[in-house]
């Protein structure tokens, strides 16, 4: 019986020890429990810190590249403003220099014309003059001509008679002598 009874006492110790170990197995899981929601808590916190930040920092850059993005804006349209003005400026300047050059040419042009009238005036000068020239030296040919034309006739007349009067002589002279 006694055996009985130490067996019972070691059974009601093991059901003891094992009692206590359940509760402190409970305990150990209850505080590992603690100890992981702890941490989950702590790393969601944490995730939750830095979502917030990341949100933060993202907001900041889209603030950020939207002030440079108005400022690219406004550069590109001061420099599509600027070249405009250049642009306004060159055409006006082209235009500017269009008229004078128009203007010169003109002026260039009519130059020309009244050298060119003054050139035809000075070649019709010296046509008219040459032909004055021409036709007073054709009279003074056709005098000299007709001089020559004059004095040859006479020329010819005079010697038509002194052949008229050799012959005239030769007769007589030929009548005056006897027959022989």
């Given at each position: ?7 019972a006492g070691k059974e009601a110790e ?50 950020a590249q939207l002030t440079r993005e ?111």
């Amino acid at each position: 019986m006694r055996d009985q009874k130490d067996q019972a006492g070691k059974e009601a110790e093991r059901e003891e020890n094992r009692i206590e170990e359940e509760a402190a197995q409970l305990a150990r899981e209850q505080a590992r429990r603690k100890i992981d929601l702890a941490r989950e808590q702590t790393i969601q916190k944490e995730q939750e810190a830095k979502e917030a930040k990341r949100k933060q920092k993202l907001i900041e850059e889209e603030a950020a590249q939207l002030t440079r993005e108005q400022a690219r804006r406004q550069i590109g349209l001061a420099r599509e403003q600027a070249i405009q003005k250049e642009q306004e400026a060159r055409e006006a300047k082209r235009k500017e220099k269009l008229i004078e050059e128009e203007a010169a040419q003109l002026v260039r042009e009519q130059a020309r014309r009244q050298t060119d009238l003054a050139r035809e005036q000075a070649i019709q000068k010296e046509q008219e003059a040459r032909e004055a020239k021409r036709k007073e030296k054709l009279i003074e040919e056709e005098a000299a001509q007709l001089a020559r034309d004059q004095a040859r006739r006479k020329t010819d007349l005079a010697r038509e008679r002194a052949i008229a009067e050799d012959l005239e002589a030769r007769r007589r002279k030929a009548e005056n002598q006897p027959p022989e």
